[in-house]
Protein backbone atom coordinates (compact mmCIF):
# COMPACT_ATOMS: atom_id res chain seq x y z
CA UNK A 1 0.00 0.00 0.00
CA UNK A 2 0.81 3.30 -0.50
CA UNK A 3 2.28 5.80 1.94
CA UNK A 4 4.79 6.62 4.69
CA UNK A 5 6.89 3.69 6.26
CA UNK A 6 8.56 4.56 9.61
CA UNK A 7 11.08 1.77 10.70
CA UNK A 8 11.46 0.71 13.94
CA UNK A 9 7.92 0.83 15.67
CA UNK A 10 9.62 0.32 19.19
CA UNK A 11 12.85 1.10 20.88
CA UNK A 12 14.39 1.58 23.69
CA UNK A 13 17.54 2.64 24.38
CA UNK A 14 19.94 3.84 26.87
CA UNK A 15 21.31 7.27 27.60
CA UNK A 16 23.78 8.59 25.70
CA UNK A 17 23.52 5.86 22.92
CA UNK A 18 22.86 6.78 19.52
CA UNK A 19 20.42 5.70 16.90
CA UNK A 20 18.21 6.71 13.56
CA UNK A 21 14.92 6.31 12.59
CA UNK A 22 14.26 5.84 9.02
CA UNK A 23 11.13 6.78 7.08
CA UNK A 24 10.41 6.32 3.36
CA UNK A 25 7.38 7.67 1.55
CA UNK A 26 6.84 5.91 -2.01
CA UNK A 27 4.17 8.99 -3.39
CA UNK A 28 6.48 10.90 -4.70
CA UNK A 29 6.07 13.56 -2.67
CA UNK A 30 8.18 16.36 -2.34
CA UNK A 31 8.26 17.53 1.27
CA UNK A 32 8.66 15.71 4.56
CA UNK A 33 8.65 16.41 8.30
CA UNK A 34 9.38 14.92 11.22
CA UNK A 35 7.67 15.36 14.62
CA UNK A 36 7.50 14.33 18.27
CA UNK A 37 4.20 14.12 20.15
CA UNK A 38 4.40 14.03 23.92
CA UNK A 39 1.36 13.76 26.22
CA UNK A 40 -0.79 16.86 26.19
CA UNK A 41 1.63 18.91 23.62
CA UNK A 42 0.20 17.48 20.22
CA UNK A 43 2.93 17.92 17.77
CA UNK A 44 5.84 19.76 17.86
CA UNK A 45 7.71 19.77 14.61
CA UNK A 46 11.78 18.88 14.74
CA UNK A 47 12.92 19.09 11.15
CA UNK A 48 11.80 19.32 7.48
CA UNK A 49 12.70 19.03 4.21
CA UNK A 50 10.80 21.22 1.48
CA UNK A 51 12.72 19.29 -1.13
CA UNK A 52 15.41 16.67 -1.76
CA UNK A 53 18.96 18.49 -0.91
CA UNK A 54 17.32 20.83 1.63
CA UNK A 55 16.52 20.67 5.00
CA UNK A 56 15.67 23.25 8.08
CA UNK A 57 14.66 23.34 11.71
CA UNK A 58 12.07 23.33 13.38
CA UNK A 59 10.23 23.80 16.95
CA UNK A 60 12.53 21.73 18.97
CA UNK A 61 15.95 20.84 16.83
CA UNK A 62 17.98 20.39 19.54
CA UNK A 63 19.43 17.06 20.28
CA UNK A 64 18.79 15.80 16.59
CA UNK A 65 20.03 15.47 12.93
CA UNK A 66 18.56 14.84 9.36
CA UNK A 67 19.27 13.77 6.51
CA UNK A 68 17.49 13.89 3.32
CA UNK A 69 19.47 10.80 1.84
CA UNK A 70 16.52 11.27 -1.94
CA UNK A 71 13.00 12.05 -2.83
CA UNK A 72 11.83 8.95 -0.93
CA UNK A 73 13.47 8.88 2.39
CA UNK A 74 14.42 11.34 5.25
CA UNK A 75 15.99 10.10 8.54
CA UNK A 76 16.21 11.35 12.14
CA UNK A 77 19.18 10.89 14.16
CA UNK A 78 19.84 10.91 17.83
CA UNK A 79 23.81 11.28 18.45
CA UNK A 80 23.44 10.77 22.44
CA UNK A 81 19.96 10.13 23.40
CA UNK A 82 18.43 11.62 26.40
CA UNK A 83 15.62 10.84 28.78
CA UNK A 84 13.78 13.94 27.56
CA UNK A 85 13.79 12.47 23.73
CA UNK A 86 11.62 9.52 24.92
CA UNK A 87 8.41 10.16 22.76
CA UNK A 88 6.24 8.74 20.02
CA UNK A 89 8.09 10.11 16.71
CA UNK A 90 6.10 10.92 13.62
CA UNK A 91 7.45 11.24 9.95
CA UNK A 92 5.19 13.08 6.95
CA UNK A 93 4.92 14.10 3.57
CA UNK A 94 3.08 16.29 1.62
CA UNK A 95 2.47 16.67 -1.71
CA UNK A 96 1.82 20.79 -2.13
CA UNK A 97 2.69 23.86 -1.00
CA UNK A 98 0.79 26.93 -0.12
CA UNK A 99 -2.54 27.24 -1.08
CA UNK A 100 -2.33 23.66 -2.78
CA UNK A 101 -1.09 21.99 0.18
CA UNK A 102 -3.48 19.32 0.90
CA UNK A 103 -2.17 17.98 3.83
CA UNK A 104 0.19 15.48 5.01
CA UNK A 105 0.15 12.22 5.37
CA UNK A 106 1.71 10.30 8.51
CA UNK A 107 3.53 7.12 9.10
CA UNK A 108 2.34 4.73 11.58
CA UNK A 109 4.87 6.42 14.78
CA UNK A 110 8.32 5.37 16.50
CA UNK A 111 7.83 4.77 20.11
CA UNK A 112 11.29 5.70 21.80
CA UNK A 113 11.68 5.21 25.37
CA UNK A 114 15.05 6.69 26.68
CA UNK A 115 15.98 5.17 30.02
CA UNK B 1 3.82 33.14 15.28
CA UNK B 2 0.70 31.16 13.70
CA UNK B 3 -0.65 29.31 16.48
CA UNK B 4 -3.66 26.72 16.81
CA UNK B 5 -6.11 26.71 20.28
CA UNK B 6 -8.94 24.28 20.83
CA UNK B 7 -10.61 22.80 23.59
CA UNK B 8 -9.11 20.83 25.79
CA UNK B 9 -10.91 17.49 26.80
CA UNK B 10 -11.59 14.49 27.59
CA UNK B 11 -14.78 14.87 25.75
CA UNK B 12 -17.71 12.31 26.66
CA UNK B 13 -20.52 12.00 25.23
CA UNK B 14 -23.33 9.22 24.71
CA UNK B 15 -23.54 7.65 21.10
CA UNK B 16 -25.69 10.05 18.99
CA UNK B 17 -25.54 12.68 20.94
CA UNK B 18 -24.07 16.25 19.05
CA UNK B 19 -20.75 16.73 18.96
CA UNK B 20 -18.43 20.15 18.81
CA UNK B 21 -14.78 20.58 19.07
CA UNK B 22 -14.12 24.15 19.04
CA UNK B 23 -10.81 25.40 17.48
CA UNK B 24 -9.42 28.62 17.25
CA UNK B 25 -6.23 29.92 15.01
CA UNK B 26 -3.85 32.86 15.16
CA UNK B 27 -2.25 33.59 11.40
CA UNK B 28 -0.74 36.12 10.00
CA UNK B 29 -1.50 35.04 6.37
CA UNK B 30 -4.98 33.00 5.22
CA UNK B 31 -3.71 29.93 6.09
CA UNK B 32 -6.01 26.32 5.21
CA UNK B 33 -6.99 24.30 7.69
CA UNK B 34 -7.09 20.71 8.75
CA UNK B 35 -8.56 18.05 11.47
CA UNK B 36 -6.62 15.41 11.87
CA UNK B 37 -7.83 12.01 13.34
CA UNK B 38 -5.56 9.61 15.79
CA UNK B 39 -6.94 6.71 16.48
CA UNK B 40 -4.76 4.46 19.29
CA UNK B 41 -1.81 3.30 18.48
CA UNK B 42 -2.10 4.79 15.03
CA UNK B 43 -0.60 7.65 13.20
CA UNK B 44 -2.70 10.80 12.51
CA UNK B 45 -5.11 10.68 9.67
CA UNK B 46 -6.36 13.89 7.69
CA UNK B 47 -10.34 14.08 8.56
CA UNK B 48 -10.88 17.23 6.62
CA UNK B 49 -9.67 20.47 5.64
CA UNK B 50 -10.67 23.93 3.76
CA UNK B 51 -8.64 26.01 2.18
CA UNK B 52 -10.41 29.66 2.32
CA UNK B 53 -12.59 32.09 3.90
CA UNK B 54 -16.30 30.54 4.04
CA UNK B 55 -15.34 26.82 2.94
CA UNK B 56 -16.50 23.82 4.73
CA UNK B 57 -14.55 20.89 4.97
CA UNK B 58 -16.84 17.34 5.25
CA UNK B 59 -16.77 13.80 5.63
CA UNK B 60 -17.63 10.64 7.57
CA UNK B 61 -20.62 13.00 8.70
CA UNK B 62 -17.56 15.46 10.33
CA UNK B 63 -17.94 18.79 9.10
CA UNK B 64 -16.06 22.21 10.03
CA UNK B 65 -16.58 25.72 8.36
CA UNK B 66 -13.55 28.34 7.76
CA UNK B 67 -14.64 31.48 9.43
CA UNK B 68 -12.51 34.17 8.97
CA UNK B 69 -14.11 36.85 11.11
CA UNK B 70 -13.81 34.27 13.85
CA UNK B 71 -10.59 32.59 12.69
CA UNK B 72 -12.25 29.74 14.03
CA UNK B 73 -12.33 25.70 12.53
CA UNK B 74 -14.84 24.34 15.41
CA UNK B 75 -15.42 20.67 14.15
CA UNK B 76 -19.15 19.09 14.53
CA UNK B 77 -21.24 16.10 13.97
CA UNK B 78 -24.45 15.59 14.16
CA UNK B 79 -24.59 11.60 16.01
CA UNK B 80 -21.33 9.85 16.85
CA UNK B 81 -20.62 6.35 17.25
CA UNK B 82 -18.35 4.84 19.90
CA UNK B 83 -16.07 3.81 16.48
CA UNK B 84 -15.41 7.89 16.25
CA UNK B 85 -13.84 7.71 19.94
CA UNK B 86 -10.17 8.56 19.21
CA UNK B 87 -8.06 12.10 19.09
CA UNK B 88 -8.71 15.04 17.43
CA UNK B 89 -6.23 17.66 16.24
CA UNK B 90 -6.62 21.31 14.44
CA UNK B 91 -3.94 22.05 12.16
CA UNK B 92 -3.35 24.87 10.11
CA UNK B 93 -0.64 24.83 7.25
CA UNK B 94 1.27 28.28 6.15
CA UNK B 95 1.82 29.45 2.86
CA UNK B 96 6.12 28.53 2.62
CA UNK B 97 7.58 26.89 0.49
CA UNK B 98 7.69 23.89 3.04
CA UNK B 99 4.42 24.66 4.35
CA UNK B 100 4.92 23.48 8.28
CA UNK B 101 1.52 22.24 9.60
CA UNK B 102 1.09 23.73 13.18
CA UNK B 103 -1.27 21.33 15.08
CA UNK B 104 -3.48 22.16 18.09
CA UNK B 105 -2.72 20.05 21.06
CA UNK B 106 -5.78 17.36 20.95
CA UNK B 107 -8.78 16.49 21.84
CA UNK B 108 -10.01 13.34 23.06
CA UNK B 109 -13.40 12.02 22.58
CA UNK B 110 -15.14 9.03 24.25
CA UNK B 111 -18.32 7.62 22.92
CA UNK B 112 -20.05 5.94 25.58
CA UNK B 113 -21.98 3.24 23.89
Known amino acids: NAGVTQTPKFQVLKTGQSMTLQCAQD?????MYWYRQDPGMGLRLIYYSASEGTTDKGEVPNGYNVSRLNKREFSLRLESAAPSQTSVYFC??????????????FGSGTRLTVV | GDSVTQMEGPVTLSEEAFLTINCTYTATGYPSLFWYVQYPGEGLQLLLK?????DKGSNKGFEATYRKETTSFHLEKGSVQVSDSAVYFC????????????FGSGTRLSIRP
Open chain 1, 27 to 31: MNHNS
Open chain 1, 92 to 105: ASSEGAGRNNYGYT
Open chain 2, 50 to 54: ATKAD
Open chain 2, 91 to 102: ALSDYSSASKII
